[in-house]
């Protein structure tokens, strides 16, 4: 079936767009890693029309995705979701125009975007929203593992042990719970819209009720950050200076969405995903997670939370 073919099917979900032939709207492919993704425009609205990959209903609730999209898009974070279907995971939402969607290059360059970055996210944490699921690391990464086991293919040599070097991380984080808030839990920087005064999030595939430094942390790998990055996404968050128990959760949490996605990356691999090396990808992260375990200074950002 060609990509036309499956929006017209897409659009036929909805009543008041059913109505809708090739001659009434341009379409855009727009990125995405897993999932195709279109922006269709006809002479009076534009809408984004997202289309599910191959295999992503193994690891992804879309009954959860529809409900927090739904719920950010009343935090004021988020588009308008105006159909999405649980069962296949076809979604269309309003499209937020006159933004840019974030790369990390962008962030790097775009001045203020890691503020504005840090402002979303807390509009999103505070707005009170109870989000289903409950996205739990840890379990996350021995369901990704079970999902591995079904595939041949091989984990990333020395795997095992930085999992169970993460183990004092564990049992420091459930021995010092925070409240647990609305969180996207999936911030690549592509996530990110931006018009220059403000952000929006979207793609809520992986959201969940969680710490939510996650978010943070795991922005901070997507987009590069330095420590000085870190800190103006930190204050706009906090509203000021973080106090070290918040400055050590981002910085164990940046080393820990790297050994989640890790498995992530190698699941694509493994689905044959084209969009990407996706080896390389798992690699890459992998190490990366290991060189900040191993720093001098890791322990003491652990012993701060």
Request: with cysteine; aromatic share 8%.
């Amino acid at each position: 079936m060609n990509h036309l073919n499956q929006i017209l099917q897409a659009l036929q979900q909805v009543p008041q767009l059913a109505h809708l032939e090739p001659d009434n709207f341009k379409v855009t492919r727009l990125g995405g890693l897993t999932n195709l993704v279109f922006k269709i425009e006809t002479s009076n609205q534009s809408l984004i029309v997202r289309i599910p990959g191959k295999g992503t209903n193994e690891y992804i609730d879309r009954s959860v995705e529809a409900q927090n999209a739904k719920l950010a898009a009343e935090a004021g974070v988020s588009a308008e979701v105006i159909h999405a279907d649980p069962a296949t995971g076809l979604m269309i939402s309003r499209c937020i125009e006159n933004i840019v969607t974030m790369t990390p290059d962008l962030f790097q360059h775009r001045n203020g975007s890691p503020a504005r970055a840090g402002q979303v996210l807390k509009k999103l944490h505070a707005s009170n929203k109870k989000f289903a699921y409950r996205f739990e690391l840890f379990q996350m990464i021995d369901e990704y593992l079970k999902v591995l086991a079904t595939k041949d293919i091989d984990l990333p040599s020395g795997y095992a042990d930085i999992v169970k070097a993460a183990e004092p991380i564990k049992l420091a984080l459930l021995s010092h719970p925070v409240d647990l808030a609305p969180c996207h839990n999936d911030p690549l920087c592509e996530n990110f819209l931006d018009d220059g005064q403000k952000m929006w999030i979207v793609d809520w595939e992986y959201s969940g009720m969680n710490d939510p430094l996650w978010d943070l942390g795991d922005l901070s790998v997507e987009a590069g950050f330095n420590d000085l990055q870190d800190m103006e996404m930190l204050q706009a968050y906090c509203g000021g200076e973080p106090d070290k128990a918040t400055l050590g959760r981002l910085i164990i949490y940046k080393a820990m969405c790297d050994l989640l996605w890790t498995l992530w990356g190698l699941i694509q691999h493994a689905d044959d995903n084209p969009a990407e090396d996706f080896w390389a990808y798992s690699i890459g992260r992998f190490e990366r997670c290991k060189l900040l375990m191993t720093q001098a200074d890791f322990d003491g950002f652990v012993a701060a939370i």
